[in-house]
């Protein structure tokens, strides 16, 4: 769904930290680059986007017999493909491979949003009546938005690192390649100011704290590849490493049919191009069936 200015928001707080901390030349080269970049990003009109994300998920302290019902060592990947157009619409194909896979198309157009099921029908949502409503399904489609990053500055110039590594040469062309890397309470701080993390009840805004609470042997990169000549990104890749140690949480916290501990590496790249081509189109589907319940796009109405 769509992102409001989340990469010029992001782009700014990186430049900011690189002049506060700048400590020679090329980083305050790196910083003009991320404040240009800021304001490039804002003014474009259209782009296309391509997302893969692969999840490993490793369980551990899980009986041979797999009491738990939750497996030993688990692979996931997630791809998405499509289209926007500034401010308010994107065309958007997602799907997911192994555990609880999954297929689905979305097109957002101001305040509606459409959303297509694997069997091809459409339905189409008032995205004011999800914000209002309680359903944690709800919740996750009309907050499905980045934070914005822009926000975060302050809390976050303690625990983010940012290296410059020069011009890489990426699908042919010769970028520029900038790390952000964020710690423990980075991680935490970022979560905690996601809509999708406000939205959710107190008890289970406590869970997720908790979760966060057990989390050891963190390691988390952001990296950006810039077009220098235009400042605009071509690709985002976010880097995740990290183990769980869930029996240090409450009982009331835990549950049976979850391991003691795993441990979750992430690789999630996204590529854009095609910036402000006008032959982007977003056009709403005509057959979408009007509804208020996300439940009956996956048969659990």
Aim: proline share 4%; with cysteine; hydrophobic share 40%.
């Amino acid at each position: 769904m769509r992102k409001k200015y989340t990469l010029p928001g992001l782009l700014s707080m990186v430049a900011m930290l690189l002049l506060v901390s700048a400590c020679g030349g090329s980083s305050v080269t790196a910083g003009q680059l991320l404040t240009n970049s800021a304001t490039a990003m804002k003014q474009i009109k259209s782009l296309h986007l391509e997302m893969t994300a692969t999840v490993n998920l490793t369980a551990s302290g899980v009986p041979g017999s797999n009491a738990t019902g939750f497996p030993a060592n688990t692979n996931i990947t997630l791809k998405a493909s499509g289209d926007e157009v500034m401010p308010d619409q994107t065309s958007l194909k997602l799907s997911s491979s192994g555990p609880g896979k999954f297929s689905f198309a979305e097109i957002v157009k101001g305040n509606q949003l459409y959303i297509q099921n694997a069997q091809g029908q459409w339905y189409v949502f008032d995205k004011s009546k999800l914000d209002s409503a309680t359903n944690s399904v709800n919740n996750l489609l009309s907050n499905a938005s980045a934070p914005d990053f822009s926000k975060l500055l302050t809390m976050l110039q303690k625990d983010v690192t940012v290296a410059d590594r020069g011009n890489e040469t990426l699908n042919g062309a010769s970028l520029r390649h900038i790390t952000v890397t964020l710690d423990k309470n980075g991680l935490t701080k970022l979560i905690e100011n996601t809509d999708q993390f406000k939205g959710l009840p107190a008890t289970s805004q406590q869970s997720v704290k908790d979760v966060l609470t057990s989390v050891s042997n963190f390691n988390a990169s952001l990296d950006f590849w810039f077009d220098e000549a235009t400042s605009y990104i071509h690709r985002l890749e976010l880097k995740l490493n990290t183990a769980v140690d869930l029996s240090k949480l409450t009982a009331t916290a835990t549950t049976a049919n979850v391991p003691p501990a795993f441990s979750l590496k992430a690789d999630i790249v996204l590529d854009l191009s095609r910036f402000n081509d006008s032959s982007i189109k977003i056009t709403a589907p005509a057959n979408a069936i009007p509804t208020d319940n996300p439940g009956v796009i996956f048969g659990k109405a």
